[in-house]
């Protein structure tokens, strides 16, 4: 019927060409949006550390003229202390206190996380407490239904029961070194 050829066989010469041409071309594409992802996170890495730079300058202005309110109007009523301290240490004014309400209603409307409140010392202790023992417990099964281990932060437990109380004690360090 056919003659066996016993030439090259050019139809598969040209197929592996056209192959090896279009790996070399969608590497080529990877290794250029590899180039471009990594100069992207570059550059989000310079953006954050600008905007830490301009929020502690701006933290620095705000604190220094606090300091510089209490010296011309140690008495004012707007300027007393609630009681409450931001994050940082600082205490908390009866004008700052406006700004949470209206920050919040601004983010409701927005659908944005709202402000992170000055707290009282048992308040940040309790907070503290409280997203500990917010944190999951996952259970995994192994070798079927007979063995089951729950994990807290890692930690594998036996019992769901071990786990929790390994939850609970965390989370009485947690409000014990704040107060």
């Known amino acids: 019927m056919y003659a066996e050829s016993r030439g090259l066989d050019f139809e598969g010469m040209g197929m592996a060409l056209a192959y090896g041409r279009s790996i070399r071309q969608a590497r080529q594409a990877a290794w250029s949006w590899q180039d471009r992802a990594e ?4 550059e989000l890495a310079t953006a954050r ?30 300027l ?5 301290t931001y994050d940082g240490g600082d205490a908390e004014r009866v004008w700052e206190a406006t700004y949470g309400d209206a920050y919040d209603a601004v983010a409701r409307e927005r659908g944005i996380a709202p402000t992170r409140r000055p707290m009282t010392p048992s ?6 407490e409280a997203e500990v023992l917010a944190e999951p417990i996952t259970a995994r099964r192994f070798l079927g239904i007979l063995h089951q281990r729950f994990f807290w932060r890692g930690e594998e437990h036996r019992t769901l029961a071990g786990a929790k109380r390994a939850r609970e004690r965390a989370a009485r360090e947690a409000r014990a070194a704040l107060t």
Not at 39 to 42: H, I, P, V, Y
Not at 63 to 77: E, I
Not at 123 to 128: K, L, V
């Open 39 to 42: 100069a992207l996170e570059a």
């Open 123 to 128: 308040e940040r202790a309790e907070a503290a």
């Open 80 to 84: 007393k202390r609630t009681g409450r």
């Open 49 to 78: 550390a600008e905007l830490d730079a301009h929020d502690a300058g701006r933290r620095a202005q705000l604190r220094s003229l606090r300091v510089a309110l209490d010296a011309c109007a140690p008495l004012d009523p707007i």
